[in-house]
């Protein structure tokens, strides 16, 4: 069965440290793969997308993230984290017809 | 600079009682979704339009129906609202409905069911 996978529901982060969330997926052929945002009390907005132009993909706040075929991997980045970065955040991956599976989030917490 | 919008914000109900949530979109989308979040559960797909006058069930519809009134509007309506159907509702849309394409989503229903 398709699916996606993210890993540790909450994520603690220090101020300026690396951010790091996983995401794997389970597809014999490679999806479109995408990253959301949500802000608290707010709906999601798109991070990035990985569109098969390039493996590594650059999207808004200086995320980004490192598609890897033989991994089935689209691990989300940022060298340094804000407090602004504190969010939860969702793997997405279309596998075709119209739908988006989403992944069930991060919580991201950044510790001054 | 609207968006999607959906309403209301916030609702609380009882058990049987029914309702509709209201969801509309001004960047002339064809495509339009509803997803339930949950705790620990990410969005999960309820019903979607890929274009006017067209819908289909998701991963979740039990419960549920839905109508597409014209090219902005999408409704999603609980008949018999039940407590397991206590959560938070989005409203999304995206340009064409492509495998590929970015949604945008409304900013959510918040859903009690007692």
């Known amino acids: 069965a398709q699916s996606v996978t993210q890993l540790g529901s909450h994520v603690s982060v220090s101020e300026g440290a690396l951010v790091l969330l996983r995401c794997n997926y389970s597809?014999?052929?490679?999806?479109?793969l995408f990253w959301y945002v949500q802000y608290p009390n707010q709906g999601l907005q798109l991070l990035l997308k990985?569109?098969?132009?390039?493996?590594l993909v650059k999207g808004i706040n200086g995320f980004e993230a490192e598609f890897k075929k033989s991994e089935t991997s689209f691990h989300l980045t940022k060298p340094s984290a804000h407090m602004s970065d504190a969010a939860e955040y969702f793997c997405?991956?279309?596998?075709?017809?119209?739908?988006?599976?989403f992944g069930k989030g991060n919580q991201v917490v950044v510790i001054p | 600079n609207a968006g999607v919008t959906q309403t209301p914000k916030f609702q609380v109900l009882k058990t049987g009682q029914s309702m509709t949530l209201q969801c509309a979109q001004d960047?002339?989308?064809?495509?339009m979704y509803w997803y339930r979040q949950d705790p620990g559960m990410g969005l999960r797909l309820i019903y979607y339009?890929?274009?006017?006058?067209?819908?289909d069930k998701g991963e979740v519809p039990n419960g549920y129906n839905v109508s597409r009134l014209n090219k902005r509007e999408f409704s999603l309506r609980l008949e018999s609202a039940a407590p397991s159907q206590t959560s938070v509702y989005f409203c999304?849309?995206?340009?064409?409905?492509?495998?590929?394409?970015?949604?945008?989503f409304g900013s959510g229903t918040q859903l009690s069911v007692l």
């Open positions: 597809s014999s052929v490679p999806p479109y």
């Open positions: 990985y569109t098969s132009a390039a493996t």
């Open positions: 999304a849309s995206s340009e064409v409905g492509g495998t590929n394409e970015k949604l945008f």
């Open positions: 960047m002339n989308h064809n495509s």
């Open positions: 339009s890929a274009s006017e006058g067209t819908t």
């Open positions: 997405a991956v279309s596998f075709g017809n119209n739908r988006l599976a």
